[in-house]
């Protein structure tokens, strides 16, 4: 990166360049994050008698009750008409009885197939298993789906649009394949099995008759008695060669209430206090296991969360001392991010300030660990950085104003791409506020092998390295808070799809 060009560009943007003589005032402030405070609240939220923070579990209900004893401590406001808690009613929705029989095949739920769809049937449901292949007008002309049980291959293809378009031309339910290799399919059905009877949690809505069962690749072969290179060929344009097979299935669910409720505390700014800037973590986990295993979730997101809370106290020492940022701030940890993002969903819907007045959302998810990429690098001072100049050309240059300045880390970008196909861009809660075309700036760790897994505890978090991405983005939003204009919305959200 060209310093001088960044610098000429910082002007320009009518920033202050700090004198050599002088430290502006922010870094007093920036100091006080620490890696010692970080551990010492991660220690606890991520302890085993937290349980994983389950989203509407006790343990998480503790938790939103600690950040908000620890707002409500360092003097910021709760701006839920004086609550730091905002309730968000949600439902579990529970699938304990799924079978599903194609042929002689009795498969068996979350070995044999995963059920990912929706539905409630009084008594088992008899008809036939068709094989469609690939979703395309041509294939679909050629293979008869109605009331029908239909196979499709949606390998490395976005397959929520495919699953409408079955449905729409009169699918009964759907058998779908989206990725190849029995070791990757039995990860995800692992995964399902350690969280049999916790049931889905979501927004409540009326059921909806559409049963989606995800097999192997493997597995698709053996229920149409065809060797699998051959599946594959036909896929692509000759569905109808491939035999369908006899089959039955049925549903049962069940609904539970459960309450949960996104955590906030307020600065107010001064000159410019109507203009709102949102720092956010989601703040919930997984659980536990069938087995009791604790998924402790410290990089994820505990990580974030404490980020945020040491963030927050940075802004209220600051204020404390008379020196309050001209725009308000709120502080937002979330609810149910780990079932859909649906705190930030629910904020977005339900705003505590008007969406139209907030200026940016600086999201952080997972940002205490050093993933693949940098594991064996000679400089592991990095953090990824996505979102940030699709909707306002200025957040990304103020960004990286700011870390030459005070903070030096690699801002790696590659997941910023909009073909990336991790689509890490949709799977955290700035989304839901990019969604409004608000700016945003999603920061993240990358991936590791203790991502969603028991193994992600504390003692494996990189504290120097997290204070060091937690003070830039305090440096970041004390930069905007305190500047003249709002950012301006100059571009274009091209990343609308969920």
């Not at 908000?68 to 529970?94: N, R």
């Not at 204020?319 to 940890?333: H, M, Q, V, W, Y």
């Amino acid at each position: 990166m060209n310093k001088s060009l960044l610098l000429t560009g910082a002007m320009a943007l009518g920033l202050a360049l700090p004198s050599l003589a002088q430290q502006p005032v922010q870094v007093k402030y920036a100091n006080t994050i620490t890696a010692e405070d970080l551990k010492e609240r991660l220690t606890y939220l991520a302890s085993d008698e937290m349980k994983g923070r389950d989203t509407g579990s006790e343990e998480q209900k503790v938790a939103a009750n600690y950040l908000a004893d620890f707002y409500k401590k360092i003097g910021l406001a709760g701006p839920v008409e004086g609550s730091y808690l905002q309730p968000v009613e949600l439902v579990s929705s529970s699938f304990g009885e799924v079978s599903l029989n194609v042929g002689k095949n009795k498969l068996v739920n979350n070995e044999d197939f995963v059920f990912i769809g929706d539905g409630d049937t009084k008594k088992t449901a008899k008809t036939d298993l068709v094989f469609l292949g690939l979703v395309s007008d041509e294939n679909l002309a050629k293979v008869d789906v109605k009331g029908k049980l239909v196979g499709i291959w949606a390998v490395g293809i976005r397959s929520n649009d495919l699953l409408a378009k079955v449905f729409d031309a009169g699918a009964a339910g759907i058998v779908l394949v989206s990725m190849e290799g029995q070791a990757n399919f039995d990860r995800i059905a692992n995964r399902y099995k350690s969280l049999t009877g916790k049931g889905r949690v979501g927004f409540a809505k009326p059921t909806e008759q559409k049963p989606v069962f995800m097999v192997s690749s493997d597995k698709m072969a053996e229920l149409f008695a065809t060797p699998l290179e051959d599946l594959k060929e036909a896929a692509k344009a000759a569905p109808e060669t491939i035999k369908s097979q006899k089959a039955s299935y049925q549903i049962k669910k069940e609904i539970e209430k459960i309450e949960s409720s996104n955590v906030m505390g307020y600065l107010e700014g001064t000159d410019k206090k109507d203009e709102l800037l949102v720092i956010s973590s989601h703040y919930d986990h997984v659980g536990v296991s069938s087995t009791g295993e604790v998924f402790n979730g410290a990089d994820d997101d505990g990580s974030g969360t404490v980020s945020v809370t040491e963030i927050a106290e940075a802004f209220a020492a600051a204020a404390k001392d008379g020196i309050k940022p001209r725009r308000s701030i709120l502080f937002l940890n979330v609810t149910g991010e780990e079932k859909g993002l649906l705190g930030s969903e629910y904020y977005s819907d339900y705003p505590i300030f008007p969406l139209e007045n907030t200026v940016v959302n600086f999201n952080i998810d997972m940002v205490g660990r050093i993933d693949y990429e940098y594991q064996d690098a000679e400089n592991t001072d990095f953090v990824y950085v996505i979102g940030s100049e699709m909707l306002s050309t200025d957040l990304k240059k103020i960004l990286e104003y700011n870390n030459i300045t005070y903070s030096d880390l690699i801002l790696d970008y590659r997941y910023d791409a909009e073909d990336d196909p991790n689509r890490f861009y949709y799977r955290s809660d700035h989304y839901n506020f990019a969604k409004h075309n608000i700016p945003v700036a999603f920061f993240f760790n990358g991936v590791h092998d203790d991502y969603h897994q028991v193994t992600d505890t504390v003692d494996k978090i990189e504290f120097e390295l997290m204070e060091k991405r937690a003070r830039l983005i305090f440096y970041t939003a004390w930069d905007v808070a305190n500047r003249d204009k709002r950012l301006p919305v100059d571009g274009t959200n091209t990343r609308t799809e969920e």
